[in-house]
């Protein structure tokens, strides 16, 4: 999928909301237990329930892997199903991966490839050569790691160097790469006093936002500050929208909860557009 696909379906929806598909066996509701794939037809039910009310899902793939190959099987059939099924929404494979350069070319041809996603998350530590392989497929992005939500995100990535605090340098640094203009960036909600500054270096890049809801990120601030022209955010929530219930209801449930938030971006939208 392009950006200008992306954008286009976010102004269709009047939505930048990003499904987090984080599926734990202990979490999920029991009478799912029964059935031959409980990670899939779990997906499958959030997935029909709320399609319509957001542009984006993003599976955790550690919660697939943990499961060994048949989580695996999982993860595959729940991407196929949304290709098949809800072509229009982008997909986003939250693996965080990132390694010497022929390695990351194999990682790339896995989620791009083989299973088909629109973008991957990946570390930037490694640097270019680990992160210009996932780049050069064109209609794909890579997510780079930029200022992520957790409390150890102040054990470097606001740590300066040369005065110059070393997130800022990754994205400094990251738009001299080939291919760059295929690069989206995560940046935490609970973050929020960070994204006027980011946005001073990333001007127009969508930036993909967790940490809203369970985490205790504001939606309103992320969007003060972090809003562009073209909206350039993917705003994702995750437990807080899947786990709404464990109950036989609980697809109903979660589409209740991805309503209030997409009916709080359609309201940020109408003020500022």
């Not at 990670?39 to 899902?57: G, M, P, R, S």
């Amino acid at each position: 999928m392009t950006t200008s696909q992306l954008i286009a379906e976010i102004n269709r929806k009047k939505s930048f909301l990003c499904i987090g598909l984080d599926v734990d066996l202990d979490k999920i509701p029991t009478h799912l237990m029964n059935l031959e794939d409980p990670i899939f037809e779990f997906n499958k039910a959030i997935i029909d329930a709320t399609h319509q009310l957001c542009v984006a899902y993003k599976p955790n793939t550690a919660f697939y892997e943990a499961y060994g190959l048949k989580g695996w099987k999982s993860l595959e059939k729940t991407i196929e199903y949304l290709n098949n099924n809800y072509p229009e929404i982008y997909t986003i494979a939250d693996a965080k991966r990132g390694d010497i350069g022929n390695t990351s070319s194999m990682y790339a041809k896995a989620f791009f490839e083989d299973l088909a996603f629109d973008s991957v998350t990946v570390a930037p530590y490694m640097g270019k050569d680990s992160v210009e392989p996932f780049l050069a497929f064109k209609n794909k992005h890579t997510i780079l790691l930029a200022l992520t939500s957790n409390k150890g995100a102040f054990d470097f990535q606001t740590q300066t160097s040369e005065g110059i605090p070393i997130y800022q340098k990754v994205l400094e640094t990251s738009k001299t790469w080939k291919n760059s203009e295929n690069l989206m960036y995560v940046v935490g909600a609970t973050k929020a006093e960070y994204f006027a500054e980011i946005r001073n270096i990333l001007p127009d890049a969508f930036l993909l936002v967790p940490g809203v809801g369970a985490q205790g990120g504001s939606l309103q601030e992320v969007c003060k500050y972090g809003l562009t022209k073209n909206v350039g955010l993917l705003i994702n929530s995750s437990r807080g929208i899947i786990y709404a219930s464990r109950e036989k209801d609980f697809a109903t449930a979660a589409a209740f909860k991805a309503t209030a938030l997409q009916q709080e971006m359609e309201r940020i939208l109408k003020r500022l557009f």
